[in-house]
């Protein structure tokens, strides 16, 4: 197989950020201060006060938590002096609020960087992370990493939409491997690049951040929650997507720390596709389509999943919120992660499903949005008052969002690819559940060793089950293409081998005829990945 074709430099919209930037940021602070001063009009309860003191209080008790000091008087300065300051000075002071959280936000694209990293760097990288000996080896890593990261899905359409407009891709996320991973499969499905936001706390790695921030990613910092914050990065994302400038949104936001199929969707920047359709229509460029485009992200193993499943079961994930300190911040360990698991084949699928518009209508293969019952539909009338003029309503547009969020959450199971560990982890987690009669992940972290051995023989009973059950029911997810293909026994031997491949400490190992539970936190973890599907009872139906 052939590494993929690059996406032309004149096919990438990104190579015009930079000269599109400043009057990008104007759009964002003008529009964030108009709205701010109409709804001040409006409503007491929106004075600028109130806004002023909403963002110095966060700040100030951001400031005090973490024991820095640098900025806590600015804050208090500000809050201090709000009850006594004329009007005048607090649109100044929101002014000053707008562009400093704007301009921290903003991305940068450097083509130069975009070139090394799309044709010189994944040879490079394709050497130092493959177990090989020679340069010819390495590139011939590269020409098979197709093989090791699988593009697979609604490809034609997904193309199509994005040769008639603007893509909003809304991925799962498991890993802060993600964005790389996607990264590559859009070269592999002949996509360009596209712009997306970034945890600010990832920025701290050197190496990372420099790609990152030449290459389109825009800072989130997701410590500040107050509503002028949140404001400025919905309308930021609005007037990229106005500008044809295609998207990445993780809708389930922070990565999700039990390993469950997201279902529960943060909607603030999923509606900002529909804003920025809205707005093309009032600015008559109906022709500036937004398509939405599910897709799903599956690994074998993840990354960070000892951080992460550690920080789910201790219960802090609302408190921490961001984990500064887990297996992406260590080169080491992504060194090592690629190396022990990215060089076996199959061990990442990415599966693009077809494309959605704002609204949460199928697209068919012309580009053309079709309702339930296959029916083209011209997706303006949905933003259209009784005179058929397009109108802002937004709590219309709050429907349709969470419209399209529970699409997605739907397409986000279905397209779901499940691995060998994921088939195998569920095996044995049902079996010691039956075996000590506890759901409860509490008490089973407990247990003895003793307790939790299977026999590989029941191991193998339960994934035959567990494969037929998901091959009855699509809704639930698809096996993967290899893993349809195994028998019981390979399935289990598959995953043994990738379980034993990475973590310090076995997962499972197989001794004598007999599973046993190495560590229980990480088998719960890929366990998860099918607690969607329900199972039923063993000989039910025969």
């Known amino acids: 197989m052939t590494a993929p074709r690059p996406v032309l430099e004149a096919e990438n919209r990104l190579v015009r950020f930079n000269a599109e930037r400043d009057s990008i940021l104007e759009v964002v602070e003008r529009r964030v201060v108009e709205a701010y001063l109409a709804a001040a009009e409006r409503s007491p309860d929106a004075s600028l006060e109130y806004i002023l003191n909403d963002v110095a209080y966060a700040e100030i008790h951001r400031h005090e938590a973490s024991g820095s000091k640098k900025s806590l008087g600015r804050w208090r300065d500000l809050a201090s002096r709000l009850g006594r300051m004329p009007e005048a000075e607090k649109r100044s002071e929101l002014e000053k609020l707008v562009a400093y959280y704007a301009r921290d936000i903003v991305g940068n694209f450097n083509p130069r960087v975009y070139r090394f990293a799309n044709d010189i760097l994944p040879p490079v990288m394709s050497v130092l992370f493959s177990p090989v000996s020679s340069l010819k080896e390495g590139l011939a890593a590269f020409e098979s990493m197709s093989r090791r990261i699988q593009v697979e899905g609604e490809l034609e359409a997904v193309r199509t939409a994005c040769d008639r407009g603007t893509l909003v891709v809304t991925p799962t996320h498991s890993s802060n491997m993600d964005s790389i991973v996607l990264g590559f499969a859009l070269r592999v499905a002949q996509l360009p690049p596209v712009t997306y936001g970034a945890g600010k706390n990832l920025f701290s790695n050197p190496f990372i951040s420099y790609f990152m921030h030449n290459l389109g990613a825009y800072r989130v910092d997701r410590r500040l929650k107050f509503a002028l914050y949140k404001d400025v990065l919905k309308e930021y994302s609005t007037a990229l997507l106005e500008r044809g400038f295609h998207s990445l949104f993780f809708p389930g936001g922070t990565r999700c720390r039990s390993n469950v199929v997201e279902s529960h969707l943060k909607l603030g920047l999923l509606g900002t ?40 079961l201790a219960d802090t994930g609302k408190s921490r919120y961001i984990i500064e300190d887990d297996e992406f911040s260590r080169l080491g360990r992504i060194v090592e992660f690629v190396r022990k698991i990215l060089v076996h084949e199959g061990a990442v699928v990415v599966r693009f499903g077809r494309p959605l518009d704002p609204f949460g209508n199928e697209v068919d293969d012309s580009g053309e949005s079709v309702d339930a019952r296959g029916r083209q539909v011209d997706p303006a009338t949905y933003l259209q008052g009784d005179d058929g003029t397009v109108t802002l309503d937004g709590q219309r547009e709050a429907v349709y969002t969470r419209q399209l969020g529970t699409r997605i959450a739907g397409e986000f199971r279905s397209r779901t690819v499940l691995l060998s560990t994921h088939l195998l982890c569920r095996a044995l987690y049902d079996a010691v559940v039956e075996r000590t009669r506890t759901p409860d992940i509490y008490r089973l972290l407990r247990l003895p060793p003793s307790a939790v051995s299977v026999p590989q023989e029941e191991v193998w009973q339960r994934i035959d089950r567990l494969k037929s059950e998901l091959l009855a029911h699509p809704g639930h997810g698809q096996l993967d293409e290899r893993v349809r293909a195994m028998t019981a026994r390979e399935v289990m031997a598959d995953a043994l081998r990738a379980l034993g491949s990475y973590h310090a400490k076995a997962v499972v190992q197989l001794t004598g005829d007999r599973l046993q539970v190495g560590a229980m936190k990480l088998l719960y973890y890929d366990r998860n990945r099918t607690a969607h599907v329900s199972l039923p009872a063993p000989g039910a139906g025969s």
């Not at 596709?273 to 809205?278: C, N």
């Open 273 to 312: 596709g529909l804003a920025a359709y809205r707005n093309n229509l009032l600015n008559a460029l109906p022709h500036r389509r937004i398509y939405v485009v599910p897709a799903t992200i599956n690994y074998r193993l993840v990354l960070e999943a000892e951080t992460l499943v550690e920080d789910y």
